[in-house]
């Protein structure tokens, strides 16, 4: 093909994962790996595709992206595939309603460049070709990266979303410079751990009789959990919090009458 040199080992370097929830499209799973391939970036992950993997279109579609095709994970839920990253954006057309920071592609690009050179892990997240990301799915990401584009036709496909991120990735981390020292902070925690805050906090919700009504839960629930992706805290920061949440859950079975204590009810120490 031209322009592609097999003469040319590709170094796989530190770079964004790009995340795929639900594509429906092999052709689009093919095209996004091309773009990836185009700029240096190789970690591919998929979250149920449609028609499952491997996929024959996806593969014909990559034209040579083998390196990214080969490498390809498939994962059940958004929260195991971004389980090992400390950053993660959502790219969106549509303005969401939470409290949430927004960028555009180069102060996003930017922000992950540097998250990447202190030896942490960061993705993007993109949604379904038909209606993209849900709003819980956006709620666990750090922030929004959108797009500059025509507000009348703002859509985007799916490949072309992820050829302009890897674009300004590449732009950005070409002319990176690392700071000759940081500000000491602890690194921000993996999106597991903080996910097992999220459960951890609501299942204790759910037993104090905080959501009253089934309805505004989802609303709630998502408001809460921006709050805290906000925060970029440390491990350290989200082990207090859940000994924090576990203490006040104790507190409240002491006060039921007729409700013992067990060591199933202890959760969380504050000194793990």
């Not at 770079?15 to 929830?21: E, N, T």
């Not at 092999?26 to 996929?55: C, H, K, Q, S, Y």
Request: glycine share 8%; with cysteine.
């Amino acid at each position: 093909m031209a322009g592609t040199d097999r003469t040319i080992d590709i170094p796989l370097r530190p770079s964004p994962a790009i995340i795929l929830v639900e594509p429906q499209l092999g052709e689009n799973i093919g095209t996004a790996a091309r773009a990836m391939a185009n700029f240096g970036l190789w970690d591919l992950r998929l979250v149920t595709p449609r028609d499952g993997w491997p996929n024959e279109r996806a593969i014909a579609a990559a034209s040579r992206a083998d390196h990214v095709i080969e490498q390809v994970r498939v994962f059940d839920t958004l929260e195991a595939a971004t389980a090992d990253l400390s950053m993660v954006f959502a790219t969106t057309a549509r303005r969401r309603d939470m409290q949430k920071q927004v960028y555009g592609p180069e102060e996003g690009a930017q922000r992950i460049v540097s998250h990447i050179a202190s030896g942490a892990k960061a993705g993007l997240l993109y949604g379904r070709e038909r209606w993209g990301l849900y709003n819980e799915e956006v709620a666990i990401a750090d922030a929004i990266v959108t797009y500059p584009v025509e507000a009348a036709f703002a859509s985007l496909n799916v490949a072309q979303a992820v050829l302009l991120m890897c674009y300004e990735w590449r732009q950005q981390a070409d002319k990176g410079e690392v700071l000759p020292f940081d500000g000491g902070l602890d690194p921000a925690a993996p999106r597991e751990e903080l996910i097992g805050l999220f459960l951890h906090l609501e299942e204790t919700l759910d037993r104090t009789g905080f959501f009253k009504t089934d309805d505004k839960r989802p609303t709630m629930v998502d408001n809460l959990r921006n709050v805290f992706t906000r925060a970029g805290m440390s491990s350290q920061e989200i082990r207090t919090l859940r000994g924090v949440i576990s203490s006040i859950d104790r507190a409240h079975l002491r006060q039921r009458p007729g409700r013992a204590v067990n060591s199933d009810d202890e959760g969380t120490s504050s000194s793990d």
